[in-house]
């Protein structure tokens, strides 16, 4: 049996990968970052590092709970860095890594394309609803 070269073993490891199987890490990967909330908090990091209250104003939305959790989680991933400043109080600030700055294109385009797409989508949303109504609703 031949030798592999590191390369070659790299590039099998990766031709494993699977999205489509439960138990393969890219699928848990695109499970996270499908979330609606890490894709907010991602591009509300846009624009540079953002205090935890910033972030919150941002996602307007989101729960402290959710968001508390949804960086952590980011953090976890490698996509988010939390730095801590010691003073009075304490400064946290939430900037994307390198890695989650690689996926904001991705997530602002789906944002973008979100934005642009909600009255169609509310039409056909319409549309597929009125149709399955019962008669004499």
């Known amino acids: 049996m031949p030798t592999k070269t590191a390369a070659e073993q790299r590039e099998e490891a990766r031709a494993a990968y699977d999205a489509f199987v439960a138990a393969c890490p890219t699928h848990r990967l695109l499970a996270r970052i499908s979330d609606k909330w890490v894709s907010l908090v991602l591009v509300a990091l846009a624009d540079g590092p953002r205090r935890y209250n910033e972030v919150a104003r ?16 980011l953090e976890r991933d490698g996509l988010v860095s939390r730095t801590v400043t010691p003073s009075v109080p304490v400064r946290v600030d939430y900037a994307l890594t390198p890695l ?29 609803d009125s149709a399955r109504e019962p008669a004499g609703s």
């Not at 941002?58 to 989680?73: C, F, G, H, N, P």
């Open 58 to 73: 941002t996602v307007a939305s989101i729960s402290q709970k959710m968001l508390t959790q949804t960086l952590r989680s």
């Open 100 to 128: 989650g700055a690689t996926l904001l294109p991705v997530m602002r385009e789906i944002k973008v394309w979100a934005e642009a797409h909600i009255e169609e989508v509310e039409s056909a949303r319409t549309t597929y």
